[in-house]
């Protein structure tokens, strides 16, 4: 496994990153098998990884209460757990969003479920309209000044909104964020045309989310074919990808593959993972296949003409509209 810093903390993370949003039994796409979660943590672990990220309102918490009880035989310290906080966890006031209540009632609320004494990464999941940053960053600080938390993070939003924090708190003298979940991956590259930049400049972690594109990057599909695969595939998340030039880039990926004897899988991952910007790609497989799978990235090694053909079909623009996870 390959290690790196995230953004410019000396936290060391490595490179690809465990995503738990399949834990649980929320959704049919879902694993719905806490022992098969618990194994593929396991896996993880023992190829290295040690970045696991997820969210309290994954399964409504049972994502992370399966995280905490894959983790809790392992070294806590070598662990880097790393969890969101702003969907709705509960009907009634104060149930969701960026408020100081509800960011340090959930904050507390993750640790028991996650069953550790603090959380490595603490990130907000969106930007909140109704409560001002500066709140915001007020109980992110606290967190982070009572030892609850180690650092902060965001996910995505515009990168005026991202500037706007990240200013905030260089002004207010807050705790500022040090990662930033994007969804990026080589058919959904917008946020080149978005927050990407920003954090180039600010030396900001970049933490890719669906690095597979939700499955269409890994070659199960084919135009014209079924496209009833893992998570719905006729939901606006999916269906947004089956469009020419994805398919183009989805032809690219294939030679290339072909060519250096990998599978699609991995000639993706080894695109983002050769990205400048990129620190951790959220991977986030329900087998230990599949995880495997996305292990063999590292052995892939990417020429610039073979980044150049794989880039060429798109031409990035920012779109508001984009996905959710």
Not at 3 to 21: K, Q
Not at 26 to 43: C, Q
Not at 120 to 144: F, G, K, M, S
Request: hydrophobic share 40%; net charge negative; proline share 4%.
């Amino acid at each position: 496994m390959e290690y790196t810093r995230l953004g410019s903390t000396g936290l060391e993370v490595s490179r690809l990153c465990l995503g738990c949003m399949n834990f649980g039994s929320g959704e049919p796409w879902m694993m719905n098998d806490r022992e098969a979660s618990i194994a593929l943590v396991e896996r993880a672990l023992d190829a290295g990884i040690n970045f696991f990220d997820t969210a309290n309102i994954y399964s409504h918490g049972e994502s992370e209460a399966i995280l905490g009880e894959a983790l809790s035989s392992y070294d806590r310290e070598e662990c880097v757990i790393a969890t969101k906080v702003y969907g709705p966890m509960f009907d009634g006031p104060n149930g969701q969003g960026l408020s100081r209540k509800h960011i340090i009632d959930q904050a507390h609320a993750s640790l028991d479920r996650l069953d550790t004494d603090y959380i490595d990464l603490y990130q907000i999941h969106r930007w909140d309209d109704e409560t001002p940053i500066e709140e915001t960053l007020a109980a992110l600080t606290h967190l982070v000044e009572t030892g609850v938390v180690r650092y902060v993070g965001a996910s995505t939003m515009a990168a005026w909104q991202f500037a706007k924090a990240l200013f905030t708190a260089d002004r207010e003298g807050g705790e500022r964020f040090v990662s930033m979940q994007a969804e990026y991956n080589l058919v959904d590259r917008h946020e080149e045309a978005n927050v990407l930049p920003l954090c180039r400049d600010q030396d900001v972690g970049v933490v890719p989310w669906s690095p597979l594109a939700g499955g269409f990057l890994t070659g199960k599909y084919e135009r014209g074919g079924s496209r009833e695969h893992g998570r719905a595939a006729d939901d606006e998340f999916m269906d947004k990808r089956f469009t020419e030039e994805n398919w183009a880039v989805l032809d690219a990926v294939r030679d290339v593959a072909e060519r250096e004897g990998a599978t699609p899988t991995q000639v993706s991952l080894a695109w983002l993972l050769g990205s400048d910007v990129v620190d951790a790609p959220i991977v986030g497989p329900r087998t230990e296949e599949h995880l495997a799978d996305a292990l063999g990235a590292f052995d892939v090694d990417l020429s610039a003409a073979d980044r150049d053909r794989l880039q060429a079909p798109i031409t990035p623009v920012w779109n508001p509209d984009i996905g959710d996870t």
